[in-house]
């Protein structure tokens, strides 16, 4: 039983508009959510993150928005670069099994300029 | 500042052997997670390590074993090896094992195949 899906592998934007990569979940004692980034040959790192107390969180060209209501998140690139052009994995944690993160399976985004 | 290393970053095993995988975490951390990552898949939570002991494990079995050294460093284990444990491993630092919105640093992970 996945708990953390991204149903989109792969998506593709122009260079300068938004990119919307979307994330659901099923657990609901998940309570802490991340983007994370990876590139080829190299390991993933962090991007964004959102606690569950919130709904959006903003860090420059990156937006997470989480609806806990539906179980569901997404991340807002704008505007999107050629260099944005990699794997994003959303990932969740919660209180009583702190340090382990359920990871989905990502989402290839491809920035054509 | 060093981030994560492992090493190696390649290797070949054949069915049944044993590997022994290897993590130094970023500077300042001391907490260690391990991770195995399919091809197609996400990372998959093989285990935690904190204060030299195994504090969270994920669906996996026995033949996964692991260590933590007193400087934080540490070592995965695998007995037994399966067709089915080729993947990329990939090992997380934190720091405090108890925080859930710590963020993880991965190193670049150690690429193993087994024939």
């Known amino acids: 039983d996945q708990q953390v899906k991204q149903n989109s592998p792969s998506l593709s934007v122009q260079e300068g508009r938004i990119s919307i990569l979307n994330c659901d979940y099923t657990?609901?004692?998940?309570?802490?959510f991340l983007w994370y980034k990876k590139y080829p040959a190299e390991g993933p790192t962090f991007l964004i993150s959102?606690?569950?107390?919130?709904d959006k969180n903003e860090d420059g060209r990156f937006t997470v928005f989480l609806n806990k209501s539906a179980k569901h998140l997404s991340l807002h690139i704008v505007p999107s670069q050629p260099g944005d052009s990699a794997v994003y994995f959303c990932?969740?944690?919660?209180?009583?099994?702190?340090?382990?993160?359920?990871f989905g399976d990502g989402t290839t985004l491809t920035v054509k300029p | 500042d060093a981030g994560v290393t492992q090493s190696p970053t390649h290797l070949i095993k054949t069915r049944g052997q044993q590997v022994t995988l290897r993590c130094s975490p970023k500077s300042g951390h001391d907490t260690v997670s391990w991770y195995q990552q399919a091809l197609g898949q996400g990372p998959q939570f093989i285990f935690q390590y904190y204060e030299e002991e195994e504090r969270q494990r994920g669906n996996f079995p026995d033949r996964f074993s692991g260590h933590q050294f007193p400087n934080y460093s540490s070592e995965l284990n695998v007995n037994a090896l399966l067709l089915g444990d080729s993947a990329l491993y990939l090992c997380?630092?934190?720091?405090?094992?108890?925080?859930?919105?710590?963020?993880?640093?991965f190193g670049s992970g150690t690429q193993l195949s087994v024939l």
């Open positions: 990932a969740a944690s919660d209180n009583t099994n702190a340090g382990k993160s359920t």
């Open positions: 959102i606690s569950s107390i919130k």
């Open positions: 997380a630092s934190s720091f405090k094992v108890l925080a859930t919105n710590e963020k993880l640093f």
């Open positions: 657990n609901s004692m998940f309570d802490y």
